[in-house]
């Protein structure tokens, strides 16, 4: 019966991996998600970020449950000295990952990377999104973000995802890139 089972599975992963719209949506999905980085990371480089970034984390953390205090006190002092270098390094951090997501370049390390800074910033500027505070109607983007990053990274572990991706000319040249870029480089 066991022996059964994984046949079947072995089928239907080789039916997906060979299925051209599998992996073309896979793409689209990973082409798309760049596009929202790069828009993201755009509205970053502007003044109005770089004017509203550190006002905005401390209303973030207004609200926020007492054993949340630490937390968010411990990113606002370490911010408040240059917020400017906090400032460029976020919109740096998003403009790299827009662009290795446009281009399939280190994809498993953009993916699993991606989710822990969209982590980060749900837990610090997002407020975990502020399902805490009277009248919250959503629990912010970034965990979802987090979500798309994982999804991607569960088609590229599956082989899937091997469109219009530089990782693949890269593993060809050089072999220990598959570690960076994941399976299907």
Known sequence: MAVENVAVEKVAVENV???PR??????????????VWAIDAWLKWQPGF???MLPSMVAAAQGQPHWLTGW????IHLMRPDPG??????ALTETTIAVLLLTGLARR????????YSLSVWSTAEGFGGPYTAGATDIGTSIIYVLVFLALLVKLEHGLDRRLALDIAVAR?????????GPSA
């Open 50 to 52: 770089r004017a509203t």
């Open 109 to 116: 390390a953009v993916y699993l990377g991606g989710a822990l």
């Open 85 to 90: 270098l906090w400032v460029d390094l976020i």
């Open 17 to 19: 991996k060979g299925n």
């Open 22 to 35: 599998t992996e073309t949506a896979a793409t689209a999905l990973r082409i798309v998600f760049g596009v």
């Open 72 to 75: 968010f006190d411990f990113w």
């Open 173 to 181: 040249r050089v072999p220990w890139w598959r570690h960076v870029a």
